[in-house]
């Protein structure tokens, strides 16, 4: 073990580190492929010609710009979108003599088989999954790289899944004696506010024709880019052999990563042979201690939290599975303000960038990799590849995803239907469980047991192979499994949005906690046409917070908040309310933040409170409607006749006001207004700019019933990528430059189209004055 002190070596090594003199390059492979839907014959031979065919950039999700359709093959499931081959040919010259050469995918939906220059590399069923394969013997000065993508076997999934290369691309071209790709783990084994140790594990692989002396050399780089120290280490490997390499750190004091201060280190591994350096890997981590605790529940960094987690399918809505950071950005900011500070990625693994967006906010993670076993829940789902690949997927997925410090713990299943079948449940969860143990031994494995008092889960062995027990909506079953054996450890691992179920968890130190379904509305998991969206998120699909999320919000989050809302009671006979188009969502959807109702008539509405505060105070018109303490664990309510004006609630802690909310009635639709998530707009895909549109009063009050259709135009250096309103019955198309507004509201996405200049967004409708945002170019 090597302390970390300054040593005289350090500046020598800052100047080797920004000398960029190493061998390995990483070339982003997202531009420029042909792309063809529909069956080619012959596409996947060197000298097929593509002419015609349409030139895209990666990650593409070709499903989401298809027109709904109630006959469509995905059904209700995939969002009535539709389904089918594509494919993808992109064609490169690469001077890579001597070196080796593999290509990665991180996600193709689905079924993905690759050629390069005609030689097929292999198939890949799985469209979650992350996968790549070295091109280093079939290369040439010029070479072409074809995908075939089929989503044509239908029923597929549950939801949503998308279509294509929708992921992003890369290839990287490295020596021969190079880090084996996977091959660095960083762990934390020791952890306290004093010292931490830090663990690096490095796979050395050579794939020369000679024996090789190889230097390891780990650096630590400090959060703010600074060399902390090194420690170094000589390895022989043999020719087409790898070896592993064990090295630790001692860091005296750790700048710990938590929910607040999610602090992130830099470990460079270099490989130098004969004092040469060829191969240099970068890898972000953090330093903490995480462990799940029979009486604590979840503990980070010795302090008990509870994961007030959501559940998030991969769509972006408007945007399909093929969703840029900002995108999640924005989604993930606003489930903060929420109070949320987990997520489970239901039920698959998400892309390598949305886990290092949840490291860099805060958040954390359970890792989720299977929604069947061999029990299908759909005829063409993974049932039909899981005894094949199920392994290699998961240890694929674990060898990925071990250094991300937001990962806390994996799930290697979600109401897995084997299990009333012990004899094959069992061996099938005791392998799972020893390949996730097997890559990563520092996080613990869950998964989310299906009605387990009814497949005697708790009373067969199988849920006490997890390390930590997860249990779907039944808390209080996990919590008296917890009674019957002492040690066990659990986990809510999908929950309903009632209060009882949070208080099952809030009130029991034992509960790590839970995760609501879902966090977001998401495409997908219908059965009736034209409902498109799942629609039980605290957000809706176009990243609006619902009033449920309020309610959340006053249960959750630390910052004082009051929400105000009318409640009515929706049955078949209800009339409608302003913008709520049908039954199926009106059965949904009870709650309205406005202070204007359909009927504005004199009448009596039940207007509902939600605050962490201890006491409101209603005021209507500038009166008092009275005061009232919170009471635990119910919602304030008051009985107010109606009329026209200002509604506002105020939220005050031990007699000082903390937080006010307040509803306006809103005129006539007059004009539209818009709110862009940045201020600069970037060329940079991963960056699109999200614009808020609402329809207004004269008085910039939003219209609740405002339907009017938008058009959308931009001049100059932008364009517009995709539009949305969160209406889960639309059937508008989401690549559109028009769209109609739905409860007041709607959402457009814009890309920068030049490396700089000005561009100007304009919103109108008919009869009402149009809005504008100007964006600057942002590198």
């Known amino acids: 073990m090597l302390r970390v002190s300054p040593i005289p070596s350090l500046g020598f090594l800052a100047a080797i580190l920004s000398s960029g003199v190493f061998a390995r390059e990483i070339v982003p492979f997202d531009d420029a492929w042909q792309f063809h839907q529909g069956e080619a014959a012959g596409a ?3 000298g097929f010609s593509g002419n015609g065919w349409e030139t895209v950039s990666v990650p593409h999700d070709w499903s989401i710009a298809g027109a709904f359709d109630k006959s469509a093959p995905a059904t209700g499931s995939g969002a009535w979108l539709p389904s089918g081959v594509a494919w993808y040919r992109k064609e490169f010259p690469l001077d890579a ?14 079924n993905a088989e690759v050629w390069i220059n005609g030689h097929s590399l292999g198939k890949r069923p799985s469209g979650y999954v992350s996968f790549r394969y070295d091109l280093t013997p079939h290369l040439k000065a010029k070479n072409v790289l074809v995908v075939k993508a089929d989503t044509t076997p239908q029923p597929a999934s549950r939801w949503y899944a998308g279509a294509g290369i929708y992921r992003h691309v890369r290839l990287v071209v490295a020596e021969p004696v190079h880090v084996a790709p996977g091959g660095v783990f960083v762990s934390t084994p020791k952890v306290d506010a004093g010292e931490a140790t830090v663990k690096i594990e490095t796979k050395v692989a050579n794939a020369g024709a000679k024996d090789s002396r190889v230097n390891v050399r780990s650096t630590v780089m400090n959060p703010d880019g600074s060399p902390l120290g090194f420690v170094a280490f000589d390895v022989s490997v043999a020719a ?6 064990s090295q630790q750190l001692a860091l005296s004091p750790p700048k710990l990563w938590d929910l607040d201060h999610p602090n992130l280190y830099q470990l460079v591994t270099t490989i130098s042979i004969d004092g040469k350096a060829v191969d240099e890997v970068k890898t972000a981590f953090g330093i903490r201690s995480a462990e799940f605790t029979t009486d604590r529940g979840f503990v980070l960094n010795g302090k008990p939290v509870k994961m007030k987690g959501v559940c998030l399918h991969q769509d972006g809505g408007a945007v399909g599975a093929a969703v840029p950071l900002a995108v999640w950005e924005r989604r993930l900011k606003k489930l903060r303000e929420l109070g949320v500070n987990s997520i489970r990625t239901a039920h698959t693994p998400p892309s390598p960038e949305f886990l290092d967006l949840c490291d860099r906010m805060g958040f954390l993670v359970m890792d989720e990799f299977f929604d069947c076993w061999l029990k299908g829940k759909n005829k063409q789902d993974y049932h039909l590849y899981f005894k094949e690949w199920s392994h290699t997927d998961l240890r694929d997925g674990v060898l990925r995803d071990r250094n991300h410090p937001s990962v806390v713990l994996y799930s290697v299943g979600n109401e897995i239907h084997d299990t009333p079948q012990a004899d094959v449940a069992i061996p099938i969860l005791k392998g799972l469980v020893e390949v996730c143990h097997a890559a990563d031994p520092s996080r613990p494995v869950t998964q989310a047991l299906f009605r387990p008092n009814v497949s005697k889960d708790f009373t067969n062995g199988l849920a006490d192979l997890l390390d930590v ?17 002492p040690g066990r450890k659990i986990i809510g691992t999908e929950q309903g949005h009632d209060r009882s179920t949070w208080f099952d968890c809030r009130d029991n130190p034992q509960h790590a906690g839970q995760f609501l379904w879902t966090g977001i509305d998401y495409l997908g998991e219908s059965k009736t046409w034209p409902v498109t969206t799942y629609n039980s998120g605290l957000l809706d699909r176009a990243g609006f917070t619902q009033p449920r999320g309020v309610e959340r919000q006053s249960w959750w989050s630390d910052k004082p908040m009051v929400g105000v809302f009318r409640r009515i009671a929706a049955t078949e006979d209800t009339p409608a309310d302003p913008g709520y188009e049908s039954v199926e969502w009106k059965r949904r959807q009870v709650l309205f933040s406005d202070w204007t109702p359909a009927d504005q008539k004199a009448h009596d509405e039940n207007v509902e409170v939600y605050t962490n505060a201890s006491e409101v105070e209603l005021v209507l018109n500038d009166k008092s409607l009275g005061k009232k303490p919170v009471r635990k664990d119910v ?16 939220a005050s802690n031990g007699g000082k006001e903390v937080a006010t909310n307040v509803l306006r009635t809103a005129g006539k639709p007059a004009k539209v207004l818009l709110k862009a998530d940045r201020e600069g707009l970037s060329q940079a895909w991963e960056r699109m700019v999200s614009v808020e549109v609402f329809v207004t009063d004269a008085n910039g009050v939003v219209v609740p019933s405002a339907a009017n259709k938008i058009s959308f135009k931009v001049e100059g250096a932008g364009k517009v990528v995709a539009v949305d309103n969160g209406s889960i019955v639309s059937l508008e198309p989401f690549q559109a430059s028009t769209r109609e507004a739905f409860q007041g509201r709607a959402l457009v996405m814009l890309q920068g189209t030049q490396e700089q200049g ?22």
Not at 769 to 776: I, P
């Open 44 to 46: 996947e031979k060197e």
């Open 97 to 110: 003599k001597g070196k080796q050469v593999w290509v990665e995918f991180d996600g193709v939906m689905a």
């Open 240 to 245: 087409g052999k790898e070896e592993d390499v």
């Open 469 to 485: 027990i997860g249990v779907n909506y039944r808390d209080g079953e996990l919590l008296q499994a917890w009674k019957d054996k």
């Open 635 to 650: 919602a304030l309510n008051w009985k107010v006749p109606f009329e026209p004006g200002t509604l506002k609630a105020v």
């Open 758 to 779: 000005k561009a100007v967004l304009k919103a109108s409708a008919e009869g009402l004055q149009a809005g504008e945002v100007v964006f600057q170019w942002k590198q």
